[in-house]
């Protein structure tokens, strides 16, 4: 744990949106007075309808239910758009950098509104009416906003899935959610590197009977093959497309967007995010947690794909008229001053990324960073995963010149956004804390009873009330949204995650503490990389845990067992991390594999993960209780045969 503090510079503390008094004061009125201080924040978007009701939740079993401002009317594109043209036409709203050094897109709010009215006419044209499902698979490009909001201006639920994952993954999500129509580029660009997105939906839609039509943005010119009566190129459609169509009225808990993310079981999960609560939520953390200005130059290096970029490239900034960067490379191509030539290029202002990055980033040496001049940035931010002390010391001495705050935001797939997080004006900082929950958000503490732990203290973090930004269920199965978050600890909401309060209320998360991994800031369930393996014909079973890294934060280790007189060998090895590349996608490839002729088991047939962690970290000192294990030779045989660490 680092001892220092970071005060709230002076000039922060007079100038910034909120200071520690006025944060003290609204939070209080948030958890006292929640009707009257949503009802307030909830002015920032501009409704259709007005509500009269406010908050109806409960995550008690009895009377379970979660709405927000239920009764009123809005649509998020028009939100977003429509109500920016009169005053911020023509201010750029999404300033796009190509994958290669290159020329910039800026497309104004005008031309966005345009583009997004004529691709919604798009979609209806292929069929696509309120409530259906659209699957967004997309590289990094202007497009895949636009297509985002195209969806919520005629009320269809999007999907995305990251660009990255396999046409296994991708077919599982359409399947999911029995999507209609499917959006994606010819290819997709990473470090020069051709990604083929329409081969890898060619091969997923072969099960995926719901899909009629299939839009194609041309981004690259590289060879695809087109389905006559169901493939379309956007640039095509986009020439006789009217550029006139009024948005819906969509209810406030009408569904916006479905995201798959990883739990601790099973397949992915469809988190399902509604219109109305999640705006505001949106709106509301990405102006006070980033200070935002009018003016200012906004940059989230997170993929759409995630959901880092749905309320912090698209959603928040938009919806508070900003400019928001869109990238579509990698940090370190052609070299690791990428991010900073760009903070320079574009006059960033403020930074938003995620911990990995960064440490690959440091990697490299200060020399990348100081050859730019970055005066242009006032404000730093994090996200993903717990960023090291280290990590944050450099991001604030090196990349910020000691110059700007960091607001280190703890939030989830499920929380639609920031929850913890320090404010600028407001908290002081300490290196690799999410410090204070934001308005409306009530973290607590438990052990593994349930019991609710008091002062500085460590445990299991909760939220025992809802904010708007809450997801409202898993997609097709609300009864596994309920048993999931609100049954482990009943009536409140388990995040999942550990972490650790200190005398001053400070929160420190420690990290997942269920079998969720976080490798390189990308949830990932350590079943779905089991399934991969033993999806495999020489696998008998497999178990998958997490392991320090330095770099990605976890890596993945997985412990293999092989089918009777199957012989191991270093192709084996390749050929099943291979293997899982393509069931699930680059991101799950195995960091170690390691072959385990048994893993530990108790008599009743439980593998001990707790034990396999251990190996895995090399903490062979303190394996704990091996008694209660069927056959504790296993382990002996598993620490002799630990392959090098790569
Ligand atoms: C936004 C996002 C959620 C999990 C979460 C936690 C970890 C995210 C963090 C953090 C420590 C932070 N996490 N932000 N841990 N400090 N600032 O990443 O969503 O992909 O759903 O991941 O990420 O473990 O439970 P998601």
Redesign the pocket.
Known sequence: MSQAIHRVPAEWATSAKIDAAGYAERYERSISDPDGFWAEEAKRLDWIEPFARVKETSFAEADFGIKWFADGKLNVSANCLDRHLAERGDTVAILWEPDTPGEARRITYRDLHAEVCRLANILKDNGVSRGDRVTLYMPMIPEAAMAMLACTRIGAIHSIVFGGFSADALAGRIQDCDSTLVITADEGLRSGKAIPLKGNLDEALKRCPSVQKVVVVRRTGGAVTMQEGRDLWYHEALETASADCAPEAMGAEDPLFILY?SGSTGQPKGVLHTTGGYLVWASMTHDYVFDYRPGDIYWCAADVG???GHTYVVYGPLANGATTVMFEGVPNWPDPSRFWELVDKFGVNIFYA??TALRALMREGDDYVTRTDRSSLRLLG??????NPEAWDWYHRVVGDGRCPIV????????GG?M??PLPGATDLKPGS?TKPLFGVQPQLVDTEGKVLDGATEGCLVITDSWPGQMRTVWGDHDRFFQTYFTTFPGKYF???GARRDADGDYW?T??IDD?I?VS???MGTAEVESALVAHAKVAEAAVVGMPHPVKGQGIYAYVTLNANVPDSEELRKELSQWVRREIGPIATPDVIQFAPGLPKTRSGKIMRRILRKIAEGDIGSLGDTSTLADPAVVDNLIENRPMMP
């Open positions: 993310t995630w959901v880092t995620a911990p994090s996200v993903g995963e717990p960023i280190d935001t703890w939030w989830q797939t499920e929380t920031a913890i997080s999410a995040t999942g995650d998360i990290g997942r969720v976080n800031g990308h949830r």
